[in-house]
């Protein structure tokens, strides 16, 4: 059983920056892959990022070149570095864990943009 813990969702203006956490309850170094997925209003969840245990990562399109998924592994902590954020970012972002990235979820935390 892994237990993660996200945080640092927040309100932003457009263009500017967050920075997720997601604290594992187990090393990270064990878990095949982690990840972020959000949901916007009215929308169905989606994937955001993932990083693999090997440290390979994987973006949405919408997340490309704007955010970073990244790991501190003594801290069990996985982060997603969010830049040049958009009114359409806006959603619960929830950090995930697990083979197929879908085993094991966090609290979401919530990102509001405003125009």
């Known amino acids: 059983q892994v237990r993660l813990v996200g945080s640092g969702g927040g309100l932003v203006q457009a263009g500017g920056s967050l920075r997720l956490s997601c604290v594992s309850s187990i090393s990270i170094q064990r878990i095949d892959a982690m990840g972020w997925f959000r949901q916007a209003p009215g929308k169905q969840r989606g994937f955001v990022a993932a990083l693999t245990s090997e440290g390979s990562t994987n973006y949405a399109d919408s997340a490309k070149g704007r955010f970073t998924v990244s790991r501190d592994i003594a801290k069990n902590t996985m982060y997603l570095q969010m830049n040049s954020l958009k009114p359409e970012d806006t959603a619960v972002y929830y950090c995930?864990?697990?083979?197929?990235?879908?085993?094991?979820w966090g609290l979401g935390t919530h990102v509001t943009v405003s125009s």
């Open positions: 995930t864990a697990g083979r197929t990235l879908r085993d094991y």
